[in-house]
């Protein structure tokens, strides 16, 4: 069984920093691309940042040049390092991967989500 797991979420002043975590266990051969969601209250859920299998990267134009996205292969693992944060980028935090679960079959998968609340 699959499973994405986030982590790195909490509570932060503003021009603060958090790194997020997106871990991805089970019988897998890898994370092919993946990106940062985010959901804030009453508003739908937007792209932040993506990674493609060549590493290429996107961002929103809300985050660019403050985030950064980037994975460790050998761990199965996505993260978000977010900095100069700004009280609105407080939502929760989503991770969607898509993940290769036996050589050419590829399927997307999304985490729990974390919480990242900026506030003084």
């Known amino acids: 069984q699959v499973q994405l797991v986030e982590s790195g979420g909490g509570l932060v002043q503003p021009g603060g920093s958090l790194r997020l975590s997106c871990a991805a266990s089970g019988s897998i051969f890898g994370i092919v691309a993946a990106g940062w969601y985010r959901q804030a209250p009453g508003k739908q859920r937007e792209l932040v940042a993506a990674i493609t299998t060549g590493d290429s990267t996107n961002y929103a134009d809300s985050v660019k040049g403050r985030f950064t996205i980037s994975r460790d292969n050998a761990k199965n693992t996505v993260y978000l390092q977010m900095n100069s944060l700004k009280p609105e980028d407080t939502a929760v935090y989503y991770c969607?991967?898509?993940?290769?679960?036996?050589?050419?079959?590829?399927?997307?998968?999304w985490g729990q989500g974390t919480q990242v609340t900026v506030s003084s």
């Open positions: 969607n991967a898509q993940i290769r679960i036996v050589p050419g079959n590829v399927r997307g998968y």
